[in-house]
């Protein structure tokens, strides 16, 4: 199973709105509503921030939302803070029976 | 809630490990549970799935054969159990929870360095 396909990086200023792409295929995100993403600070363990495509757990900052068209997914974070700067993953569950990542996108707020 | 694991360290390849995730705070027995690792710099990558009941038990490709996951009830305790391991087994290895098909709750890591 290959892995998702996300951009290496994005960049955004404080309080601007940043989307970062999520493209797999018709076995995974395009067959079920099981897109999640994480959000991973240096040296920490990653923590969930979107899971069901589109919903957010309790706790998470509603500047955070998903979304998914086709094959695609995206997470989107609005207002950019400082602390948003991190390494997100996608991941989906595939028709492999098994989940599959994103390669991971850096955030950087300038 | 808490999610530690230990049983990490240094092996030669073709070596085993055991890794252990010690789960408190929540009610272990109903939940899936899940080992995903992460190489030095890398992306995440899933292993193994264990269902809530002990069943089903899935894999990733490139571990079948090798790793075996288990769960005990009565000490609300995950394992994996690493034979015949590989350079490219190194790693940070996440014990952690899935609800509604998400990876909900991670512990902290357990290092796991194949080398000779």
């Known amino acids: 199973q290959s892995a998702l396909t996300q951009p290496a990086s994005v960049s955004g200023s404080p309080g601007q709105s940043i989307t970062i792409s999520c493209t797999g295929t018709?076995?995974?995100?395009?067959?079920?509503?099981?897109v999640s993403w994480y959000q991973q600070h240096p040296g920490k363990a990653p923590k969930l921030v979107i899971y069901?495509?589109?919903r957010r757990p309790s706790g998470v900052s509603d500047r955070f939302s998903g979304s998914k068209s086709g094959n695609t997914a995206s997470l989107t974070i609005s207002g950019l803070h400082s602390d948003d700067e991190a390494d997100y993953y996608c991941?989906?569950?595939?028709?492999?029976?098994?989940?599959?990542f994103g390669g991971g996108t850096r955030v950087t707020v300038l | 809630v808490h999610l530690v694991e230990s049983g990490g360290g240094l092996v030669q390849p073709g070596g085993s490990l055991r890794l252990s995730c010690e789960v408190s705070?929540?009610?272990?027995?109903?939940?899936?549970m899940n080992w995903v690792r992460q190489a030095p710099g890398k992306g995440l990558e899933w292993v193994s799935y264990?269902?809530?009941?002990?069943?089903?038990?899935w894999y990733t490709g490139s571990v079948k054969g090798r790793f075996t996951i288990s769960r005990d009830r009565p000490k609300n305790s995950l394992y994996l159990e690493m034979n015949s391991l590989r350079d490219e087994d190194t790693g940070v290895y996440y014990c952690?929870?899935?609800?509604?098909?998400?990876?909900?709750?991670w512990g902290q890591g357990a290092l796991v360095a194949v080398s000779s």
């Open positions: 952690v929870r899935d609800l509604d098909w998400a990876f909900v709750d």
């Open positions: 705070g929540f009610n272990f027995n109903p939940y899936n």
């Open positions: 264990i269902g809530g009941g002990g069943t089903p038990i």
């Open positions: 018709n076995t995974d995100i395009g067959r079920f509503d099981r």
């Open positions: 069901e495509d589109i």
């Open positions: 991941c989906s569950f595939a028709s492999s029976v098994t989940w599959v």
